[in-house]
């Protein structure tokens, strides 16, 4: 929803990327919006803490 008003229209791609490691959850968003060579590039970055079940 950040990018929602800007990104209207054009071309975008990007990639998610999940990583975990004991009770800490790490998540990447990458996108590259654009038309032809003018691109911009919008990087997310969020970080949450699961315990563990056991």
Do not use: T, W
């Not at 990583?19 to 996108?31: K, N, T, V």
């Amino acid at each position: 929803m950040q990018i929602a008003m800007k990104a209207n229209g054009y071309n975008i791609g990007g990639k998610i990327g999940i990583a975990r490691s004991g009770e800490h959850l790490s998540i990447c968003i990458f996108m590259s919006m654009g038309v032809l060579h003018l691109n911009d590039v919008v990087i997310g970055l969020a970080h949450r803490a699961v315990p563990d079940f056991k």
